[in-house]
């Protein structure tokens, strides 16, 4: 069954500015991951964090946890063209659930 | 590479072929997982090899489809019997231990006619 749900589904910002995806579930985690996809390549991790965390930083990225609102958001800052792809979410309760993303589009 | 390797990259077969996909997870990781990705979405989890225990086969769809394992190394997926629903793409992944940030390969693209 479907943990993570992102939103929006499409983001479509220009180079420079901020993007700025959301991540809802509905059980307890033990922690949330985010994960890029290029087109036509597997996911990459970015960030893992846990469930007594409220906040994550990793260079242009600041990751978020509201564990009473099971939300979490993954903010991109001054964002690239090469930031386009599309941004998953990952829960981990028994095993590692992927929402169904959300596609970026950074024009130049 | 010190990366996951899949093979083939891409597989075009006729309907009612079998099929065997093949995973190399990165050396060391104990657990490993398969997902199908259908265009445009998101990842649908098929089966989790966790060292020697019993794997986890809760998200096969159906009896055509089985996968193993040797020890901590190769991993192949099989399809039998293709149907045209089983166009997709089969990624793997693996980890050091469950639940902790998963390593993808650049999958199989899988394509029935």
């Known amino acids: 069954s479907q943990q993570g749900e992102e939103d929006p589904q499409a983001l479509s910002i220009q180079e420079g500015e901020n993007a700025t995806m959301n991540c809802s579930y509905k059980?307890?985690?033990?922690?949330l991951q985010w994960y890029r996809q290029n087109s036509g390549r597997g996911l990459v991790h970015l960030i893992l964090?846990?469930?007594?965390?409220r906040e994550k930083h990793s260079g242009r990225l600041r990751v978020t946890l509201d564990t009473s609102k099971k939300s979490s958001s993954l903010l991109i800052t001054a964002s690239r063209a090469a930031d386009t792809a599309s941004y998953f979410c990952?829960?981990?309760?028994?095993?590692?659930?992927f929402g169904k993303g959300t596609k970026l589009t950074v024009n130049p | 590479g010190a990366g996951v390797s899949q093979s083939p990259s891409n597989k075009v077969t006729e309907k009612g072929k079998d099929v065997e996909l093949r995973c190399d997870p990165i050396?060391?990781?104990?657990?490993l997982y398969w997902y199908r990705q259908r265009l445009g979405q998101g990842l649908e989890f098929l089966i989790y090899?966790?060292?020697?225990?019993?794997?986890?086969k809760s998200g096969l769809p159906s009896d055509r489809f089985s996968a193993e394992r040797t020890g901590e190394s190769v991993s192949t997926l099989t399809i039998q019997r293709t149907q045209q629903e089983d166009s997709a793409v089969y990624l793997c992944?693996?980890?050091?231990?469950?639940?902790?940030?998963?390593?993808f390969g650049d999958g199989t693209r899988l394509s029935i006619l």
């Open positions: 992944a693996s980890s050091l231990l469950e639940g902790q940030p998963q390593h």
């Open positions: 990952a829960t981990l309760s028994e095993k590692l659930v």
């Open positions: 050396s060391g990781h104990t657990a």
């Open positions: 964090i846990r469930s007594n965390e």
């Open positions: 059980t307890s985690i033990n922690n």
């Open positions: 090899f966790q060292g020697n225990s019993a794997p986890d």
